[in-house]
């Protein structure tokens, strides 16, 4: 983890720089349960920016992705019209939580009254007393795709000296290149995320991609490069089993959580989320347990 420059002593420069920051800091964030939302009508909801099939813009600047439409349906469900902030992800989990959520930008901006897409997982839960996590509407995992260059079912071994792909720093990439005594590491290039890589693959600078699923499944919806295959086969040696996600408020909005969650659960059962994920050529596969 990068060293934080203002964990210096306060002295000098560092002082003033500071006092500037805390003079150019936002207004303390109150919560915003369902009241206070009303008095405006409009519900605010965080997404993660370049985030395809969850979010991202497109070519005319317009915001889209599984997370923006399945927002929009819960605002709606709850009688509000949704507005959107796409930011771009922190160091970890926790810091977004706190800039979107319960805190807001140290520098401009403010805090949403709801951030998509976020770990349900009891023990970030449990580190970020300042939010409620729930609502888990999705299980996600990793997959790999391969071009006509590899084949995509052998023991991963066989790629080396295959071109490989993942997003930098990224669990894809760790699992390429330090997996079965790191005999791939050479051949493992690096993407700015699992969006580019599988790009890189479609295009045949990449003859095997890893990345999740969400973003596999999207990346090969449209048909374009029907040479592109899924691995069908089990990954090996792979730590992560999936995670599941959901939604977060601040903590002392919890009756706007409640009426999310029971939204949620709407959606789940009438199909709703099959609909928003099958529209982006992403399976939805349900959760498998909340915080």
């Known amino acids: ?65 599984i997370d923006v439409d399945l927002g929009t349906a819960l605002a709606a469900a709850i009688g509000f019209k949704a ?19 319960w805190r807001g930008p140290l520098i401009g901006g403010s805090a949403a009254d709801l951030m998509m ?24 995992n990793f997959a790999i795709a391969c071009g006509p260059g590899a084949d995509c079912e052998v023991p991963p071994p066989q790629w080396a000296g295959k071109r490989l792909a993942a997003e930098l720093d990224s669990v894809p990439d760790f699992w390429l290149s ?26 045949g600078k990449a003859d095997v991609a890893m990345a999740t699923r969400a973003q596999i499944e999207h990346a090969l919806a449209d048909n374009a490069a029907p040479q592109i ?7 090996p040696a792979l730590s992560s089993p999936g995670w599941d996600v959901g939604i977060a ?13 029971a939204a949620m659960e709407r959606f789940a059962a009438d199909g709703t989320l099959t609909r928003l994920f099958a529209a982006y050529g992403v399976t939805h596969v349900p959760p498998q347990r909340s915080v």
């Open 83 to 101: 507005r959107f902030t796409d930011f771009p992800a922190d160091e970890g989990v926790e810091d977004d939580l706190r800039n979107m959520v």
């Open 229 to 235: 295959k899924q691995r069908r086969a089990p990954i």
């Open 1 to 65: 983890m990068p060293v934080d420059p203002l964990a210096r002593p306060v002295t000098g420069r560092r002082a003033l720089l500071l006092g500037l920051l805390a003079l150019a800091a936002p207004a303390p964030v109150w919560s915003r349960p369902i009241d206070k939302i009303a008095a405006d009508g409009v519900l605010s909801i965080a997404v993660y920016r370049d985030f395809a099939p969850w979010s991202w813009r497109d070519a005319a600047g317009v915001l889209r992705g």
């Open 178 to 203: 330090g997996s079965f005594g790191g005999v791939m590491r050479a051949n493992v290039a690096h993407y700015l995320s699992g969006a580019a890589a599988l790009d890189a693959l479609k295009a």
């Open 117 to 140: 897409h976020v770990p349900t997982d009891r023990r970030l839960a449990l580190k970020v007393e300042r939010c409620v996590i729930g609502a888990p509407y999705a299980r996600e």
């Open 249 to 261: 408020v601040k903590d002392d909005s919890r009756d706007l959580a409640d009426a999310l969650e």
